[in-house]
């Protein structure tokens, strides 16, 4: 069946710094391809999206990139803020299917 | 336009009780789908409705059941609560297949 892996946390970084958090999937057809980011005591927010290879999402300063040949989603921000932390779940959807699959979570401090 | 709706936001329950959940999905939005989140095993898909019938089910036992309703929105009951139900239960609505606007949850407590 369809998987995500993320990479596991917990990530502390100062601000200002370069954030990665990979994610890499496994599912069969072209699923679209998801970053959620989860506030303390919130649900989940659609941070970017990328339906086909090669697309990139963005949004906030976050970037992803569809890289079907590696099967991965990185997610990337090249300065990161206090109001950053975070958790952060990669999730796919498959076109055929009414449900997403999540990835574990990594959860971001970023400190002054 | 108003989100996905969750109420209540906070339940504590007794074990062996039974429970429902409600959410209203953002207007047009005819799929709903529902997920556990424990720190535990993370995020878990419960079910999918579409148009009042259920397109998908997780891995879960038949104490978790769901509807939907003519309006989309939509119910999930717990029968017969164990503790291991505690959870963060999160409603998503979606208007293709692919992209889920998420409720901020309900916080189910059982003791």
């Known amino acids: 069946g369809d998987s995500v892996t993320q990479m596991e946390g917990p990530v502390t970084l100062s601000e200002e710094a370069f954030l990665t958090i990979n994610c890499t999937y496994t599912?069969?057809?072209?699923?679209?391809l998801f970053w959620y980011v989860q506030y303390p005591g919130e649900g989940l927010q659609l941070l970017l999206k990328a339906t086909k290879a090669d697309d990139k999402g963005s949004n906030k300063g976050f970037e992803a990139t569809y890289r079907k040949e590696t099967t991965s989603f990185h997610l990337e921000k090249g300065s990161v803020q206090v109001s950053d932390s975070a958790v952060y779940f990669c999730?796919?959807?498959?076109?055929?299917?009414?449900?997403?699959?999540f990835g574990d979570g990594t959860t971001l401090t970023v400190k002054p | 336009k108003a989100g996905v709706t969750q109420t209540p936001r906070y339940l504590i329950k007794t074990r062996g009780q039974q429970v429902t959940l409600s959410c209203s999905p953002i207007s047009g939005h005819r799929s709903v789908s529902w997920y556990q989140q424990t720190p535990g095993q993370g995020l878990q898909f419960l079910f999918e409705y579409f148009s009042e019938t259920q397109r998908n089910k997780g891995n879960f036992p038949g104490r978790f059941s769901g509807r939907q309703f003519s309006n989309s929105r939509s119910e999930m009951n717990v029968s017969t609560l164990e503790l291991g139900d505690s959870a963060l239960y999160l409603c998503?609505?979606?208007?293709?297949?692919?992209?889920?606007?998420f409720g901020q949850g309900t916080r189910l407590t059982v003791v």
């Open positions: 999730a796919l959807a498959a076109s055929n299917a009414g449900k997403s699959t």
């Open positions: 599912a069969t057809g072209y699923p679209s």
């Open positions: 998503a609505s979606s208007l293709d297949i692919r992209e889920a606007f």
